[in-house]
């Protein structure tokens, strides 16, 4: 393998992986901003237009297999640059849907780009370093997601709001040929997909050690996205801020999600299973505490900003786990747990929904959403204990 070219000792081709990262962010979620604009042009309700958010992270669960197995015959580097393209003209549709059916389409069409592009990209990622360094280059890739969240969404969403939601995806669409040419530049061509069968990927896939990584990726999401779903209505109802102090709410969120992602990342270096478990145990504490105090200005913003460093301190040890226990099949395995996470996404705002609807009430959500993280920290602990109590192989 050539020695990649880097800058102070970062691969450049990781740079080229965060360009595409902070599109795709971007896309996925800047819609949340853009919800009234959508709903009024194309003359559908507001929960009709916030169907686009679910299409898209449903499309993410159910493309990222798919993608991935029609892309392993593919080198990784050219699976990539497909990636970007599909992206491109996903949000290129967007830009000019002339109705809601058109644009949830395109939508769908967009995110099946998702999953695979993480997958493939951690893989990747994770080559151009040495093993000790394999959690923090994955958490630089995923840096283009946290800043998506920090600059990407709220200038989009201020873009859309000034000239037309239309103008946010013809942004988001230019981002898509920055991200392709920076991939062709700087990612090497000497990183190919392994040949491996389709049933030997599924096999893989399924070993009991991964399939619990992936379910907890959606347990944990679950409880997290209960909360986050309702942050806004949270911050409005029950600590009774004014609508204006929203966004810079969430700015604290994404700065969270930048600290936590490169904290979890150099601890997941040091130990990655007790990373994981310190993270669960965090984001318990933190999704209780907003039962406890959310009715308190100063410790609701915090608790938000605490929110983004908890869950996305997480995220660098599941990858890594899933990456180590699927090694049959490390791109189809590592696109799923994409995947797995917005299905927690999905399943979180249906959760917190239903403690809503239930007359439970707001303050509730963060004691559910703890006892669901609860589950996931158990199951993550027997896991653990499981392996440990497995006998090592010895010679015959």
Same mark, same amino acid.
């Given at each position: =393998? ?35 604009? $959508? ?31 029609? =892309?392993?015959?593919?080198? %990784?580097?050219?699976?990539?640059? &497909? ?10 549709? #967007? ?8 644009? /949830?389409?395109? %939508? ?15 893989? $990747? ?22 800043? !998506? ?8 969403? &201020? ?44 096999? @893989? ?20 996205? @209960? ?29 969270? =999600? ?36 959310? +009715? ?39 696109? /799923? ?9 999905? !399943? ?18 963060? &004691?559910?959403? !703890? #006892? ?12 653990? %204990?499981?392996?440990?109590? %497995?006998? +090592?192989?010895?010679?015959?």
């Amino acid at each position: =393998m050539n020695k990649e070219p880097s800058s102070q000792g970062i691969p450049l081709a990781l740079y080229a992986l965060m360009a595409g990262a902070f599109g795709i962010g971007t896309t996925e979620f800047v819609i949340m901003g853009l919800l009234p604009e $959508v709903s009024r042009d194309l003359q559908v309700s507001i929960p009709m237009a916030g169907l686009l958010i679910s299409g898209y992270a449903l499309g993410v669960a159910v493309g990222a297999p798919i993608m991935s197995i029609l =892309m392993a015959k593919f080198s %990784r580097k050219r699976s990539l640059l &497909w990636l970007m393209a599909i992206f491109t003209l996903g949000n290129l549709i #967007c830009a000019v849907a002339p109705d809601y059916t058109t644009l /949830m389409i395109a %939508r769908v069409v967009t995110s099946f780009a998702h999953g695979t592009f993480f997958g493939i990209g951690a893989v $990747v990622a994770t080559s151009l370093v040495p093993k000790d360094k394999r959690a923090l280059a994955i958490a630089l890739m995923f840096t283009g997601l946290t800043v !998506a969240n920090v600059v990407g969404v709220p200038v989009g969403t &201020w873009l859309g709001q000034l000239l037309g939601w239309r103008s946010t995806f013809w942004a988001v669409t230019m981002i898509g040929p920055l991200a392709l040419a920076a991939i062709y530049f700087l990612v090497p061509s000497d990183h190919h997909a392994e040949k491996v069968a389709v049933k030997s990927e599924i096999n @893989a896939l399924l070993q009991p050690q991964v399939i619990a990584g992936l379910l907890l990726t959606i347990i944990a999401d679950t409880g997290l996205f @209960a909360i986050l779903t309702y942050v806004a209505p949270i911050l409005t109802d029950v600590a009774h801020f004014s609508p204006t102090a929203i966004s810079p709410v969430f700015l604290l969120f994404g700065v969270g =999600m930048v600290i936590g992602n490169i904290i979890g990342a150099k601890l997941a270096d040091i130990n990655l299973d007790k990373t994981l478990i310190g993270a669960l145990m965090f984001i318990i504490a933190t999704l209780a505490s907003f039962s406890l105090f959310s +009715h308190n200005q100063i410790a609701v913003v915090s608790l938000v900003g605490l929110l983004g460093i908890a869950g996305f301190a997480m995220v660098p040890s599941l990858q890594i786990k899933i990456l180590e226990k699927a090694s049959g099949a490390p791109t189809l395995a590592s696109a /799923m747990n994409i995947g797995a996470f917005n299905v927690g996404n999905a !399943a979180g705002a249906w959760v917190g929904g239903l403690v809503i609807s239930s007359g439970l009430g707001l303050t509730s959500i963060g &004691w559910i959403a !703890a #006892c669901i993280v609860f589950v996931g920290l158990v199951l993550a602990v027997v896991e653990l %204990r499981l392996v440990a109590s %497995r006998p +090592h192989s010895t010679p015959a």
